[in-house]
């Protein structure tokens, strides 16, 4: 890669991250009168100051400041201790430990499930917090939250982790992370994060234990959840791993394609490193033949016959492809996927980044113009899942990568 190509990409993706991805959210979402952070901005900056708060939106934020405190400076040390004291003292369940899944505006409990996606991101941001501060609480809780998942969602019988449980940790039955996912056992999506969570994890704590349930979860990404026939993950599972619907989504597609790589690296066995390396390649050549769009970007989701079924644009989804492509040139020097990231972070920064309010529009129609909630009504700026987590994270890691 020419070395002028590289200094330009790295500039304009710092310029990014911090001349409007960080600032939208120290500006604009920290709640001052009843802590913590706005539950949701809608898509003209206006503050919806009664809206729900998520253990995904405050676990995410946590993340993301954690690493531009660790990465960038102690700028960012006041909104990240903000975001670990109000975790701590209003998501973290004081009876049952763990973390809840809903919080009313002023932090009253309004949906007290335990969701093992959203104690994964716990795990993900306190680890995090950890490497940014040293604070020994914040790595002492994130080994509580392994700790949990281990004892109350592993599945003994067939492997891999149920989806959610109830407050004291006994069986669900809806146990869905979303109305529109399916109310089944086992997803892609809950293993891909507790696998993410688990290797941040183990950068600052090496337990046998630990290395052994990674090592467990990775083989299972591999052989169970990752097809390497169609070059797609399977979604949804009952408990037996039998799969339950054929729909391909291109977004997990290639975020899982860097994050097993990942995964293996830190865990360190070759052989499954290599193992991870070539089926990352076959996940981003899928996206590439079938998810890429003629301007850049990626469409969101298909059926098993290749027609769309979700054309739009979805912010994160095109974050997650500027890594993924750009980590699957790393393994196999094809320049298409070089110029394939190149191309879609030329396609963020003409039509996903807002220029007018700043942070990132939510979803685009297939023409690439930004939606409106009268369209789409997860649009928005801030919200229980648009966070600052996959757009920081991409910066994050291309800068890392660019640099080398």
């Given at each position: 890669?020419?070395?002028?190509?590289?200094?330009m990409?790295?500039?304009?993706?710092?310029?990014?991250?911090?001349?409007?991805?960080?600032?939208?959210?120290?500006?604009?979402?920290?709640d001052?009168?009843?802590?913590?952070?706005?539950?949701?901005?809608?898509?003209?900056?206006?503050?919806?100051?009664?809206?729900?708060?998520?253990?995904?939106?405050?676990?995410?934020?946590?993340?993301?400041?954690?690493?531009?405190?660790?990465?960038?400076?102690?700028?960012?040390?006041?909104?990240?201790?903000?975001?670990?004291?109000?975790?701590?003292?209003?998501?973290?369940?004081?009876?049952?430990?763990?973390?809840?899944?809903?919080l009313d505006?002023?932090?009253?409990?309004?949906?007290?499930?335990?969701?093992?996606y959203?104690?994964?991101?716990?795990i993900?941001?306190?680890?995090?917090?950890?490497?940014?501060?040293?604070n020994?609480?914040?790595?002492?809780?994130?080994q509580?939250?392994?700790?949990?998942?281990?004892?109350?969602?592993?599945?003994?019988?067939?492997g891999?982790?149920?989806?959610?449980?109830?407050?004291?940790?006994?069986?669900?039955?809806?146990?869905?992370?979303?109305?529109?996912?399916?109310?089944?056992?086992?997803?892609?999506?809950?293993?891909?994060h507790?696998?993410?969570?688990?290797?941040?994890?183990?950068?600052?704590?090496r337990?046998?234990?630990l290395?052994?349930?990674?090592?467990?979860?990775?083989?299972?990404?591999?052989?169970?959840?990752?097809?390497?026939?169609?070059?797609?993950?399977?979604?949804?599972?009952?408990?037996?791993?039998?799969?339950?619907?054929?729909?391909?989504?291109?977004g997990?597609?290639?975020?899982?394609?860097?994050?097993?790589?990942?995964?293996?690296?830190?865990?360190?066995?070759?052989?499954l490193?290599?193992?991870?390396?070539?089926?990352?390649?076959?996940?981003?050549?899928?996206?590439y033949?079938?998810?890429?769009?003629?301007?850049?970007?990626?469409?969101?989701?298909?059926?098993?016959?290749?027609?769309?079924?979700?054309?739009?644009?979805?912010?994160?989804?095109?974050?997650e492809?500027?890594?993924?492509?750009?980590?699957?040139?790393?393994?196999?020097?094809?320049?298409?996927?070089?110029?394939?990231?190149l191309?879609?972070?030329?396609?963020?920064?003409?039509?996903?980044?807002?220029?007018?309010h700043?942070?990132?529009?939510?979803?685009l129609?297939?023409?690439?113009?930004?939606?409106?909630?009268?369209?789409?009504?997860?649009?928005?700026?801030?919200?229980?899942w648009?966070?600052?987590?996959?757009?920081?994270?991409?910066?994050f890691?291309?800068?890392?990568?660019?640099?080398?």
């Open positions: 890669m020419n070395d002028n190509v590289n200094e990409w790295s500039a304009r993706i710092r310029n990014e991250l911090v001349g409007n991805i960080l600032p939208f959210w120290t500006n604009r979402a920290v001052r009168n009843n802590g913590g952070f706005y539950g949701k901005i809608d898509w003209d900056l206006a503050v919806v100051r009664k809206e729900p708060r998520s253990a995904v939106l405050n676990t995410r934020i946590l993340w993301t400041f954690a690493a531009a405190s660790r990465l960038l400076g102690a700028d960012y040390l006041d909104v990240t201790n903000r975001a670990f004291d109000y975790i701590m003292n209003k998501f973290r369940d004081p009876e049952h430990d763990g973390l809840f899944w809903m505006y002023q932090g009253k409990v309004i949906s007290s499930r335990k969701q093992i959203a104690q994964a991101f716990g993900y941001a306190f680890s995090e917090y950890y490497r940014a501060t040293g020994q609480a914040s790595l002492e809780f994130a509580r939250l392994f700790q949990l998942i281990e004892k109350h969602s592993r599945s003994a019988a067939f891999g982790y149920l989806e959610a449980c109830r407050r004291d940790w006994t069986t669900l039955d809806d146990m869905r992370l979303s109305e529109k996912d399916i109310n089944c056992p086992k997803s892609m999506n809950t293993h891909l507790i696998m993410e969570a688990y290797t941040n994890l183990l950068r600052v704590w337990d046998p234990v290395v052994t349930k990674q090592t467990e979860l990775l083989r299972i990404s591999m052989d169970r959840i990752i097809n390497p026939k169609t070059g797609h993950l399977k979604l949804f599972f009952d408990e037996r791993w039998n799969q339950l619907s054929e729909d391909v989504s291109f997990h597609d290639i975020e899982a394609s860097w994050l097993i790589v990942e995964a293996a690296e830190v865990l360190g066995d070759v052989a490193l290599n193992r991870a390396r070539e089926l990352a390649v076959v996940l981003a050549r899928s996206v033949e079938q998810g890429l769009d003629t301007d850049g970007s990626i469409f969101y989701e298909a059926n098993s016959r290749g027609v769309l079924i979700d054309s739009k644009k979805h912010w994160w989804a095109q974050a492809a500027v890594v993924g492509f750009f980590n699957a040139f790393q393994i196999s020097q094809d320049s298409r996927f070089l110029a394939a990231s191309h879609v972070w030329d396609y963020i920064e003409a039509k996903v980044v807002d220029r007018e700043g942070e990132w529009h939510a979803k129609s297939p023409e690439g113009i930004p939606l409106l909630p009268t369209e789409d009504t997860d649009v928005c700026l801030a919200g229980p648009k966070c600052p987590y996959h757009n920081s994270r991409s910066c890691e291309m800068l890392n990568r660019l640099c080398v």
